[in-house]
Structures are given as structure tokens and as C-alpha cells.
């Protein structure tokens, strides 16, 4: 069993950066990929970037690509989301995920936290 909790969201206005961390407790953090997903009012929930256990491997939406970077310190069993330039699309609630298998596809996640929401004013 792994506990995901995400913080760092709020209210930005575009152009600006937030940077959302994602707290995993339980079993060994470092067995699992991690990814963040985001989902925006009315629409799926979408992949928004993974990254491989030991963190040397990492895999972006296009259209976060340039602007968003995912990280993870093993030591603190916390991955992070720096998200820079925002723009207003970027609203939606971030949830984190924990996969054995890693990927891009929800399917693939078995924990997921509760979500942290960002807001992007133009």
C-alpha cells in the first residue's frame, strides 16, 4: 500500500510558476514510477508527465514539454512538479500516481493522491 499527498497548488496568474510536491508514504517509494496527471473541469483526466523509479528516465505531454519539469528525491519519498509559464489551459485539479509498471496510461497507476488543484489567471 503507498499514500500519495500532493501540495503546492493554488492560484497563479499566467506566465507564473508553482511548483506541486507529492508525499508517498507506506511501501518502498522507490520501487514504483511516479507520474502526475491533471484533470480540468469537463474534461478525462490526462498524463502530464512520468518519471522511472531511479529517475533517470522521464516522459512529458507535448504539450507541457519546455515548460514543465518532474523530479523526485528518493531520500524524501517525494516526487515534485515544477511548472513553469503557465498559461490558463493549465487549470485543473494534479493528482500524482504510483505505478509498478510506470507508462503513461491511468490503467497502469494503482495509487493515486486526492488531488492539489492549480488555477491559472490570464
Known amino acids: 500500500q503507498v499514500q500519495l499527498v500532493e501540495s503546492g497548488g493554488g492560484l497563479v496568474q499566467a506566465g507564473g510558476s508553482l511548483r506541486l510536491s507529492c508525499a508517498a508514504s507506506?511501501?518502498?517509494?522507490?520501487?514504483?514510477?511516479m507520474a502526475w496527471f491533471r484533470q480540468a473541469p469537463g474534461k478525462e483526466r490526462e498524463f502530464v508527465t512520468g518519471?522511472?523509479?531511479?529517475?533517470?528516465?522521464?516522459d512529458y505531454a507535448n504539450s507541457v514539454k519546455g515548460r514543465f519539469t518532474i523530479s523526485r528525491d528518493n531520500a524524501k519519498n517525494t516526487v515534485y512538479l515544477q511548472m513553469n509559464s503557465l498559461k490558463p489551459e493549465d487549470t485543473a485539479v494534479y493528482y500524482c500516481?504510483?505505478?509498478?509498471?510506470?507508462?503513461?496510461?491511468?490503467?497502469?497507476?494503482?495509487?493515486w493522491g486526492q488531488g492539489t488543484q492549480v488555477t491559472v489567471s490570464s
Open positions: 507506506g511501501r518502498s517509494f522507490s520501487d514504483y514510477g
Open positions: 500516481a504510483a505505478s509498478l509498471l510506470g507508462g503513461s496510461r491511468e490503467k497502469e497507476y494503482r495509487y
Open positions: 518519471i522511472n523509479w531511479r529517475g533517470s528516465s522521464t
